[in-house]
Nanobody
Framework: QVQLVESGGGLVQAGGSLRLSCAASGRSFSSYVMGWFRQAPGTEREFVASISWSVFSTRYADSVKGRFTVSRDNAKNMMYLQMNSLKSEDTAVYYC???????????????WGEGSKGTVSS
């Protein structure tokens, strides 16, 4: 059974940092793209960042470039999202996802976690 479990969300002041983790289990993700999406109340789920599991290729939404960093540890089946210089508009539920192809369209991704909430107070 495939499982993606996020952790590390919480409350932080604007300008602060949060680090999200995603633990993957149930299958090998060596050929999968892993990604982060987020969804604020009343909005569509949006792409944040992704990383190829095997070649370390990364991709970011324009809104987070230079502030967020996605990384992974293949040996531990873990993926991370380091979020710095946080803004109130970064407040959302953050989801971990996995897919053979990746991309920025949320509906195309195959596996999802339950989400972890990050709140940035101004």
């Amino acid at each position: 059974q495939v499982q993606l479990v996020e952790s590390g969300g919480g409350l932080v002041q604007a300008g602060g940092s949060l680090r999200l983790s995603c633990a993957a289990s149930g299958r090998s993700f060596s050929s999968y793209v892993m990604g982060w999406f987020r969804q604020a109340p009343g909005t569509e789920r949006e792409f944040v960042a992704s990383i190829s599991w095997s070649v370390f290729s990364t991709r970011y939404a324009d809104s987070v470039k230079g502030r967020f960093t996605v990384s992974r540890d293949n040996a531990k089946n873990m993926m991370y999202l380091q979020m710095n210089s946080l803004k109130s508009e970064d407040t959302a539920v953050y989801y971990c996802a996995a897919d053979p192809n990746g991309g920025t369209w949320a509906r195309a991704w195959e596996y999802w976690g339950e989400g972890s909430k990050g709140t940035v107070s101004s």
